[in-house]
C-alpha cells in the first residue's frame, strides 16, 4: 500500500537550515506529484510548495520563494524540503503528500508529519 | 491567493447527531474541492474529492456538495470516532489553500 514515511523531529536554533525527508513506497514515484503542507501550532494548513518527480520541477507558495527548496532522490524514491534562515515562526508539523494522478491538488496520502521546532 | 473561509470553527454534537461543515471560496473554484480529516499525532486522511465523491475506503456517512463558491460536509450520523478536525482545500490554481479548520466534538 502506499506509505509515506517522514524523518523525525528537529530542534533548530534560529537563523539554521532544516532538511526533512519523506521515504515513498507503494506507487511509482515518478508519476504523481509529491508536496509540502505545514501547520503552525494553533494555525490551520499552509500549502508550501510541490514538485514533480519526473522532471524535478517544482511550484512554491510565494511566502516560501527563496527560502524552501523541494528536491527529490528517485534512486531512493524520497523527497526532501529544506527550510533556510529559520525563524521561530517556522515551528510547525511538517507534511509530505501525495498527489492523485492528474488531480495534482487533490492529496490522497499523507506521511505522518515531522515537528519542526525552532528556538533559541 | 483564493481564500477559503470555513465555518463552523468548533461544533459539539451528540453521537447520531447529523452536523454540517460549510465551506466558501473567495471566487469560483468550479468543484475543485477536497475536504480532509485530522486526528492528533495521525496522518491527514482525505474523505471527499472533487466536492461530492467519496474517497475509498472512506463511510458513507461522509457526503460533499456545493460547487462554485459554496461547499457542504455532512456527517449523517455522528460517531464517536468522528472526533477530529476537518478542513476543506481548494485546487482550481497554485497557491493549494485550505480552510481553517472545524473541530468536531461529542456532546
Known amino acids: 500500500q502506499v506509505q509515506l514515511v517522514q524523518s523525525g523531529a528537529e530542534v533548530k536554533k534560529p537563523g539554521a537550515s532544516v532538511k526533512v525527508s519523506c521515504q515513498t513506497s507503494?506507487?511509482?514515484?515518478?508519476?504523481?506529484?509529491l508536496h509540502w503542507i505545514r501547520q503552525a501550532p494553533g494555525q490551520g494548513l499552509e500549502w508550501m510548495g510541490m514538485i514533480n518527480p519526473r522532471i524535478g520541477s517544482t511550484d512554491y507558495a510565494q511566502k516560501f520563494q527563496g527560502r524552501v527548496t523541494v528536491t527529490r532522490d528517485t534512486s531512493t524514491n524520497t523527497l526532501y524540503m529544506e527550510v533556510n534562515s529559520l525563524r521561530s515562526e517556522d515551528t510547525a508539523v511538517y507534511y509530505c503528500?501525495?498527489?492523485?494522478?492528474?488531480?495534482?491538488?487533490?492529496?490522497?496520502?499523507w506521511g505522518q508529519g515531522t515537528l519542526v521546532t525552532v528556538s533559541s | 491567493d483564493i481564500q477559503m473561509t470555513q465555518s463552523p470553527n468548533s461544533l459539539s454534537a451528540s453521537v447520531g447527531d447529523r452536523v454540517t461543515i460549510t465551506c466558501q471560496a473567495s471566487q469560483d473554484i468550479n468543484n475543485f474541492l477536497n475536504w480532509y480529516q485530522m486526528k492528533p499525532g495521525k496522518a491527514p486522511k482525505l474523505l471527499i474529492y472533487d466536492a461530492s465523491n467519496l474517497e475509498t475506503g472512506v463511510p458513507s456517512r461522509f457526503s460533499g456538495s456545493g460547487s462554485g463558491t459554496d461547499f457542504t460536509l455532512t456527517i449523517s450520523s455522528l460517531q464517536p470516532e468522528d472526533i477530529a478536525t476537518y478542513f476543506c482545500q481548494h485546487y482550481h490554481r497554485l497557491p493549494l489553500t485550505f480552510g481553517g479548520g472545524t473541530k468536531v466534538e461529542i456532546e
Open positions: 503528500a501525495k498527489g492523485a494522478g492528474t488531480a495534482t491538488g487533490r492529496l490522497d496520502n
Open positions: 507503494g506507487f511509482t514515484f515518478t508519476d504523481y506529484y
